[in-house]
T-cell receptor, first 114, second 115 residues
Framework: DAGVTQSPTHLIKTRGQQVTLRCSPISGHKSVSWYQQVLGQGPQFIFQ???????GRGNFPDRFSARQFPNYSSELNVNALLLGDSALYLCASSLVPDHYNEQFFGPGTRLTVL | AQKITQTQPGMFVQEKEAVTLDCTYD???????LFWYKQPSSGEMIFLIY??????QNATEGRYSLNFQKARKSANLVISASQLGDSAMYFCAMRADSGYSTLTFGKGTMLLVSP
């Protein structure tokens, strides 16, 4: 079975631009979470979606938005990019969003903002 | 709110030796889970081991074991018989069963295994 997939793998944008990152969860998984990992730090929670509804949001500005589709795939959008948005963006999926269920991570999208 | 502290920025170990990576946590929740992930230079987070707050026995997965001391709020990872392929960043994380359950990560420990 395929694991969590993310696209694109790498992305270079300039300040002020907008970016869309995509994630496909493991088949059967209904919950998707997004994390931002700045160089030298642990991942930080951005969003969690379950059954197409936003269940949680981390401490990120409104420039960050996301959605989950009927097939449980998800998109993360970032508007008005800043240099500080350069990071590895990780998507994780789980069957349901409770602490008994392991989160499986994708390979991430490396975003560079120039 | 949850907090994870990993005080070792880097650790060195020789091949075939055991190594312990420290992790302490803070939470007011009674029900929670503790995780360890390995992140090689490729970036993908690889799940290693899980410990539930109500589990009475320490979790083990092959060469990985989790030394869970609930009263001290510590969840150290022990890797036995280190291999060169174990060189990577290691993250401790927790997930509480309150509100929405997401992972809170520590800053990580870089493990280098030498021949």
């Amino acid at each position: 079975d395929a694991g969590v997939t993310q696209s694109p793998t790498h992305l270079i944008k300039t300040r002020g631009q907008q970016v869309t990152l995509r994630c496909s969860p493991i088949s059967g998984h209904k919950s998707v979470s997004w994390y931002q990992q700045v160089l030298g730090q642990g991942p930080q929670f951005i969003f969690q979606y379950y059954e197409k509804e936003e269940r949680g949001r981390g401490n990120f500005p409104d420039r960050f938005s996301a959605r989950q589709f009927p097939n449980y795939s998800s998109e993360l959008n970032v508007n008005a990019l800043l240099l500080g948005d350069s990071a590895l963006y990780l998507c994780a999926s789980s069957l349901v969003p409770d602490h008994y269920n392991e989160q499986f991570f994708g390979p991430g999208t490396r975003l560079t903002v120039l | 709110a949850q907090k994870i502290t990993q005080t070792q920025p880097g650790m060195f170990v020789q091949e075939k030796e055991a190594v312990t990576l420290d992790c302490t946590y803070d939470t007011s929740d009674q029900s929670y889970g503790l995780f360890w992930y390995k992140q090689p230079s490729s970036g993908e987070m690889i799940f290693l081991i899980y410990q539930g707050s109500y589990d009475e026995q320490n979790a083990t997965e092959g060469r990985y074991s989790l030394n869970f001391q609930k009263a001290r709020k510590s969840a150290n990872l022990v890797i036995s018989a280190s291999q060169l392929g174990d060189s990577a960043m290691y993250f401790c994380a927790m997930r509480a069963d309150s509100g929405y359950s997401t992972l809170t990560f520590g800053k990580g420990t870089m493990l280098l295994v030498s021949p």
